[in-house]
């Protein structure tokens, strides 16, 4: 179906043949038809694809109306430029008709020539001809068509960066020159030199400043002098805030970690570092807080913080007013304060003493170290050397007195919570040592060993062994059927008998006030496990919902 547009209306004949034709194509019996380039088409591409439409028809069999078009752009890139002042080869020797009338070049005519016009041209004295120009066709695209700087040459920026150097490097090499040129070393006439530099149009050199008592034409420069970040324009009255130099690099630029220092756009400051490995004097930019508190500006904050104090006293004290006043007496205030504290130093020297004290310690004895070699082997004696003095408290130590050989606090008795002698274990203070007997007499002396004495000189009944037990059963704190209870069976039976028995009766009330007075009368708990263990057995429980259950015997037949 790839040539049907290309034959246009066909026969019932050629249409049917067309048909077996693609046919045959698709089953693989015909071979494929091609495209101008030979190559194969797919004859199962659908016809709404294959057929090209009428604007783009060739004619023949092709697919290339849906291929991209090969576009080359090499032409239209932006580094694509011809050669400015490229010359085609020697010049002519005589002016050549369709020239240029005055240098004599043939690639452009007098009004387009560049050269100098001459008082009289090339035509007519055949003199100084110029070499043709080479003629660049240089095919731009869109984009470069619009560039501005299609065809600048960056390299021709960094001439202009040396030929400021070069300048300022003469023109600080010739006011060196100018200085040391000067027979007089006074500052005022240094100054006034540097002045009449600036007039001249020179640049101003940091070093130099100017004072109000050295100076007094100060005052007609200081309309026309800048602020730091400012501009005040005389004529209009209006600041006009830099923010800075444009060559700079922003702040916010320096590092582009996002995690770096912050930056608040609204006052447009970085307190911080933006680059924190490097030293603050190294770094190109060190943070808001680096100047803030380096070189003079400390000083600064000392004295306005002066200067508002001295004004909150009800002194007259103005920085801006009057700076020089306010440096002044800053400074006499700190030696008036430096003097107060030595006076106050020496009164109370005077007063309490302890003068010695205040001296200062060695460094060596402060930390420590010393020239004394000493060896200790692994098990911690010292085996070269001699080994450090142990440090005494202001207690006599080591001192045993009354025939004690262990100090006063080297035992400690549990039984009573008191300290003792370890050699005798008295545990009175400053007594005489009584040695090995005074531990057997304190061993013996203890609860736990008269108690084991009492115990063995009289051994209980069996009839005062259940006494007790009945005793220990009415007043200790255990209940009776708690713990590990064992039943007697002949007993438990009997219990359960008369359990029964009392229900039958209905004279449950009168039995218990009975037990309960016979239980008082005799001192003795009457209950025993195994009637407790029966009345258990026998009482009816209401809230059983099988309590009252019984079965059928239909239940069991079927």
């Not at 023109?171 to 006034?192: G, M, S, Y």
């Amino acid at each position: 179906m790839a040539s049907s547009s290309a034959v246009g209306k066909l026969s019932r004949e050629e249409f049917r043949r067309q048909k077996d034709l693609d046919a045959a194509r698709k089953a693989g019996t015909a071979p494929a038809a091609l495209d101008e380039e030979g190559r194969p088409i797919n004859p199962h591409i659908p016809q709404y694809i294959s057929q090209a439409p009428w604007y783009l028809d060739t004619g023949a069999p092709s697919l290339s109306h849906q291929r991209r078009p090969f576009d080359d752009r090499s032409a239209d890139k932006l580094d694509n430029w011809y050669d400015r002042g490229a010359k085609a080869g020697p010049a002519a020797k005589k002016y050549r008709k369709g020239a240029c009338e005055n240098c004599g070049a043939m690639t452009h005519k007098k009004q387009d020539c560049l050269e100098r016009p001459r008082k009289k041209g090339a035509k007519f004295t055949n003199k100084n001809i110029q070499a043709d120009e080479i003629i660049h066709d240089v095919a731009t695209g869109f984009d470069a068509k619009r560039d501005r700087w299609n065809g600048y040459d960056p390299a021709e920026h960094k001439k202009i960066y040396e030929e400021y150097e070069a300048v300022e490097a003469a023109r600080q090499k010739l006011r060196e020159e100018e200085i040391d040129n000067q027979t007089t070393t006074d500052l005022a006439a240094v100054r006034k030199l540097a002045k009449a530099g600036k007039k001249e149009g020179k640049e101003a050199d940091p070093d130099f400043g100017s004072s109000d008592e050295e100076d007094a034409d100060d005052d007609k420069y200081a309309d026309a002098a800048d602020a730091v970040g400012q501009k005040l324009d005389t004529k209009t009255r209006i600041t006009v805030r830099n923010l800075r130099i444009r060559e700079d690099t922003a702040k916010y630029l320096i590092n582009l970690d996002p995690e770096s220092a912050y930056y608040d756009p609204k006052t447009r400051s970085m307190r911080d570092a933006p680059i924190k490995n490097v030293p603050a004097e190294e770094a190109k930019f060190a943070g808001d807080n680096f100047f803030r508190f380096s070189g003079e500006a400390p000083e600064v904050q000392e004295l306005q913080l002066f200067a508002w104090q001295a004004a909150a006293r009800g002194n007259d004290v103005h920085l801006n007013a009057n700076p020089t006043q306010g440096q002044l007496l800053h400074h006499e205030f700190k030696e008036k304060k430096e003097m107060m504290k030595d006076v106050n130093k020496v009164s109370i020297l005077a007063k309490y003493g302890g003068e010695e004290y205040l001296e200062h310690v060695p460094r060596e004895l402060i930390n420590g170290q010393t020239e004394n070699y000493v060896e200790y082997s692994r098990t911690g004696h010292v085996i070269k050397g001699k080994e450090r003095a142990k440090t005494r408290s202001k207690y006599p130590e080591d001192v045993y007195v009354n025939n004690h050989t262990y100090v006063w606090g080297s035992w400690y008795d549990l039984s009573s919570s008191t300290w003792g002698y370890a050699c005798c274990h008295s545990t009175i203070h400053i007594s005489y040592c009584a040695g090995e007997a005074g531990k057997e007499a304190t061993q013996a002396s203890t609860a736990q060993a008269l108690l084991a004495s009492s115990q063995a000189q009289s051994e209980p009944s069996a009839q005062d062994n259940e006494v007790r037990a009945r005793i220990d059963q009415n007043y200790s704190k255990k209940r009776v059927g708690e713990g590990d209870v064992s039943l007697d069976k002949d007993r438990l039976a009997e219990a359960i008998s008369e359990e029964k028995k009392r229900k039958v009766r209905g004279d449950k009330d009168d039995d218990r006030s009975s037990k309960k007075i016979k239980g008082l009368q005799s001192g003795s708990h009457d209950v025993t496990e195994e009637e407790l263990e029966a009345y258990r057995m026998t009482r009816r429980n209401a809230e059983d919902p099988m309590a009252n259950y019984v079965d059928s015997e239909d239940v069991y037949t079927r």
